[in-house]
Every structure is written in C-alpha cells, then in structure tokens.
C-alpha cells in the first residue's frame, strides 16, 4: 500500500472517531438538560521547513487538536473547549459549558441554525491531497528554491525559503442529528530576497499555496520570480502628493474585495458599524460588475459543502450587476437582522470577481496596464488605516509609476487614500490575470482616481 493510501485511510480512521466522540457528547449534553448542542472537533498535521542561506533554521513537525462544545439551556449558551480528547477532559469540558450556560443572560437570538438548513449532500471537492515529503525533501526543496533566487545578479542576501505542508481534518456535529466530515490539504512554498548596492536595499518576495503539491510552480521559477520582484524595486522614487488612477495587482486587489466583504458582514451589520449598512439592493459597484460566490469549486481553497453551522452551501451572487445582491450571515447575525443564513457562519467561501461584459476588463496584466495609462500600479500596502464603519481608506503602498501604459520606475514611501464608497464605484475594469492562491479570486483591479500622498 501506498504512503498516501496509508495517509487517506487514517485520515478516515480518524474522522470517524472525532465523529463518534461529537456524537456521544452530544447525547451527554441533551441528557444533561441542553435542548440544543454543537461540536466542532479538528486534528490538524503538518510539517514546516525553514533554509536561509542554504543552510536549516527551523524544522517543525505539528499536530494539533481541538474540541469546542456549545450548549444551549433555551437561549442561554455556554461553550467550552479542549485539546484533550480523553473522557475525563471532555466531561469536563461539558460540565463548564452546561455551568456557563445556566449563568448566561438569555439571547433571542442564540440557538442552532435551522434543521430544514442542514446540508443532506456531501460531493467530493477534490481537496484532500497528501503530499508525501519529508524532512530532507523539504530542505533539499527549500535550498532549490532560495539557489534559484540568489543565482540573479543583484540579489546580495536572503530572508530564506520556507517549505509547508498542511492536512487538516474537522466534524461538525449537533443535536439536529447532522454530522459533517471535512479533509483537506494546504501545501505552500515561499521565498524572501534582499537586493541592494550603494542607493540603499530593497526587499520583496513570492509565494505558491496549492491544495495538491502537484499544482505547485517549480523551485526555478518561484525563485526566479522573487528574485524578479526584489530586482525590480531597486531605484525606488517618491512621488508627488497628487491625484491619479491606481491599478492593483491582482494579491492587492483581493484585499478591496476582503473589505467589502468586512462591509456586508453580519456582525457588522447588526451593531450598525458598516458604511454599507442598509445596502442591500442598492448600487455599490459600476454595472458591468459581478461578484459570485462558488463554494463547490473544485479544489477551491475556500471551497465547503456546509458552513460552520452545517447550513448547506449554494452558488448564489453577491454582487449582481452592480448591486449587492445579499448580505454575508451567519443564522445568529441573521436572526439579529430580521433575516435567514446565507450559508456563510465561519466565512466567505470562493468568491469570483468577473467584469461581465465583453468590453469591461477582458484584458490581462499588460492590457490593464494600456488601461491605466499614466498612473500608479499598487503591488504592497501597509498599516491598518481602512475603517469599514465610515469607508475611509487610508494606507502606506509600493509599487510603479507607469507611463503611457509602460512601466516607468518603482515608487515607495507613499500613501494612497479614498473613501471605499468611491473607490468600489470608480471601478474602471477588472483583469483576467486571476490570482488562484485565494478564495477571493480576482485580477487586477483599475479605480479611476485617489489621492497620493508624498513628497
């Protein structure tokens, strides 16, 4: 038998027991007086590599466990949590839960997910791939990777290579009588450079992060590619305080995207701390735009047959021509909002930002580039300063100054700003050069202007 049958069928082995053990305390909390109980149980592994200069900085095998229980005494909750799964620590575990339930103030809005929601099909997603590698095959991966990169001229030191391998296994279960099972792998490789001469330093990176290690870019061209991106940054200028149209590169771009999902967010929402609030239905992006979540993609690294709460998930639109279409909700946040589960406690799942129409951002990087003209490419940005309650946005960048559709010269040291309100709707295209290594899947997204703030 093979190394990776060996590691499916104890990964199965150990499903069901973290099944069986869900089910018995939850029949422990029922008797114990609960009228409603979950579990969520996980035994995650993996194995991470650290090499910097070739030679080994870390090695670090893991394998961690959790059990979290929630009861509800009507609507009083309680929760408790261990990573013991022996008897005597999951007794006790149940024993404070149902204790902080009977001492909690009662939430009309506490409870389980609707039983009609619960998830009844369970396809395959194609998400679990074992990659069989082991510690000498990590570093031997991981010097590959950082020779690669340290091989251009130019590059003078390395921040080093890391080589990660991630098997993850969860069951959700609760007093409806639902039981889900989930296994999945993440593997991802990385590398940080550091080039630099007389005019200073610059540093940048790249990185891969795949569910199958056979998805993976090779060690040659991840190097290459990070040594590419440290290179390119040397010169860096800053700009003048001014106003322009900005493209962000497609890992960029998803965090405008994370932020609207911030935006619509039940927990937002119901504490009225969104600059979306009371949104739904109304034009929030130009008319060409569609945002669809995909939650059975295969191989998805957001994909989900159910949410945290078991609710079975369904493609549905977020953003439909323009406007938001729905909310993101958990059956709490919904509950305190007047409306039902969208399928989402836990999370988004995949998102798929498209430009719709033919004539709206069907171009690739370079094409995006022609659109943008003269004007900023952002490829980092830095600091907390997006406030989802008033849409100011405010944060430190890097990245090119582009001309006549043609990169110029790298810039740092800057500030870009705008409100999100007017950034989402001065959406001018999205690109095709999709960055798969999200459950937000994007390209590179073009606003017509922000204020840049520098010299």
Not at 82 to 105: G, K, V, W
Not at 318 to 334: H, M
């Amino acid at each position: 038998m093979s190394l990776t049958s060996l590691s499916s069928d104890r990964s199965q082995q150990d499903l069901d027991r973290l099944a069986e053990l869900a089910e018995d305390v939850i029949r422990r909390a029922r008797a114990a007086g609960a009228s409603q109980a979950e579990v969520a149980a996980s035994i995650d592994t993996g194995l991470n590599v650290n090499v910097r200069l070739g030679e080994v900085e870390t090695v670090e095998h893991t394998r961690d466990r959790g059990f979290g229980l929630t009861v509800y005494f009507g609507q009083r909750k309680g929760s408790a949590s261990t990573a013991d799964l022996n008897p005597d620590s999951l007794q006790a575990t149940l024993d404070q839960a149902c204790a902080i339930a009977r001492f909690t103030e009662e939430d009309p809005a506490a409870g389980l997910a609707d039983a009609s929601r619960m998830a009844t099909a369970f396809p395959d997603l194609d998400l679990w791939h074992p990659w069989v590698v082991d510690t000498a095959q990590a570093i031997t991966l991981g010097q590959q990777i950082e020779d690669a990169g340290r091989a251009h001229a130019g590059i003078s030191n390395s921040d080093g290579a890391s080589v990660q391998m991630g098997e993850s296994l969860s069951v959700y279960a609760n007093s409806h009588g639902f039981i889900g099972r989930e296994r999945g792998t993440r593997h991802s490789l990385s590398l940080s450079l550091i080039a630099g001469d007389e005019d200073g330093m610059q540093r940048d990176y790249w990185y891969d992060s795949v569910r199958s290690a056979g998805d993976f870019m090779s060690a040659k061209a991840l190097g290459d590619k990070a040594a590419q991106r440290t290179l390119a940054r040397m010169g860096a200028r800053r700009l003048s305080t001014q106003q322009s149209p900005v493209l962000f590169a497609p890992e960029i771009a998803r965090g405008l995207i994370g932020h609207l999902i911030s935006a619509i967010s039940g927990g937002a929402l119901y504490r009225r701390a969104s600059f979306l609030l009371d949104h739904a239905g109304k034009a929030v992006m130009p008319a060409w735009m569609q945002i669809v979540e995909r939650p059975h993609l295969m191989r998805g690294q957001g994909s989900g047959v159910f949410d945290a709460e078991g609710v079975a998930t369904v493609d549905s639109a977020l953003i439909e021509s323009g406007v938001l279409a729905r909310y993101v909700l958990g059956s709490y946040s919904a509950r305190k909002l007047g409306l039902q589960s969208t399928g989402n406690a836990g999370g988004i799942h995949n998102l798929m930002v498209d430009a719709g129409a033919a004539d709206q951002g069907r171009d690739d990087f370079e094409g995006m580039l022609r659109r943008l003209g003269t004007g900023l490419l952002v490829t980092e940005v830095m600091g907390q300063g997006v406030n989802t309650i008033t849409g100011d946005y405010s944060r430190g960048a890097a990245g090119f100054w582009v001309e006549n559709g043609q990169i110029a010269y790298p810039v740092e040291e800057i500030t870009i700003a705008a409100n999100l309100r007017d950034m989402y709707a001065g959406i001018v295209a999205v690109g095709t050069d999709v960055d798969p290594r999200s459950h937000i899947l994007t390209g590179s997204i073009l606003v017509d202007r922000m204020t840049i703030a520098g010299e």
